[in-house]
C-alpha cells in the first residue's frame, strides 16, 4: 500500500487495536467499513472519531487503494453519524490530521467531528509546537 511519503501504516498504533476489539471504545456507529466511537479526551462537548476499517495511514492512501464502496461508506458514516447526534441544525466541524504539519498523532486515517459548542477559529493565528 502506499503512504505518500508517511511511514507505512502500522498495525499496532491504537486504532487497529480498537478495531481488533483488543482496546474498549465507546462505539458509535459500526458498519463493514468504518467505525465511529467518542474521542479519549474529548476538545467539545461532542467529540466523535470515524476511521475506515482498512490500514491507511493518511487521506491520499485511503483514497487512493480503498474500494469506491468502502470510501462511500466511510463518508455515509461521517454524515450519519453528525446527523444522528442532531449536530445539522446548530452545526459542527470535521477535521482530519495528516502527517507531522497536521499534528496526526494515531497514525490510522480518520476523521473528528466536533460539535455542541461554538467551534471558534479553524486554526490559531499563530504557529506554534
Ligand atoms: P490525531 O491528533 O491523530 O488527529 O487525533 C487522535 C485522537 O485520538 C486524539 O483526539 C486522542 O484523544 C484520541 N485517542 C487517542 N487514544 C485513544 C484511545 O485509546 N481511545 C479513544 N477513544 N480515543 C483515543
Redesign the pocket.
Do not use: P, R, T, Y
Given at each position: 500500500m502506499q503512504t505518500n511519503g508517511l511511514p507505512p501504516y502500522d498495525d499496532g498504533n491504537?486504532?487497529a487495536r480498537?478495531l481488533r476489539g483488543e482496546?474498549p471504545?465507546?462505539k458509535l456507529a459500526e458498519d463493514a467499513h468504518a467505525l465511529a466511537?467518542?474521542?479519549?479526551?474529548p476538545?467539545a462537548p461532542v467529540?466523535v472519531?470515524v476511521i475506515p476499517k482498512g490500514p491507511w495511514v493518511s487521506a491520499a492512501d485511503f483514497h487512493a487503494g480503498a474500494s469506491a464502496e468502502a470510501i462511500a461508506g466511510f463518508w455515509r458514516m461521517v454524515a450519519g453519524v453528525a446527523r444522528d447526534l442532531g449536530l445539522e441544525e446548530s452545526g459542527y466541524r470535521l477535521?482530519?490530521?495528516i502527517g507531522a504539519d497536521?499534528?496526526?498523532?494515531?497514525p490510522h486515517f480518520?476523521v473528528?467531528i466536533f460539535g455542541g459548542r461554538r467551534l471558534g477559529r479553524m486554526v490559531p493565528l499563530v504557529s506554534g509546537p
Open positions: 491504537i486504532f480498537i482496546i471504545a465507546k466511537f467518542h474521542d479519549i479526551a476538545q467529540h472519531l477535521l482530519s490530521n497536521g499534528g496526526q498523532e494515531v480518520h473528528h
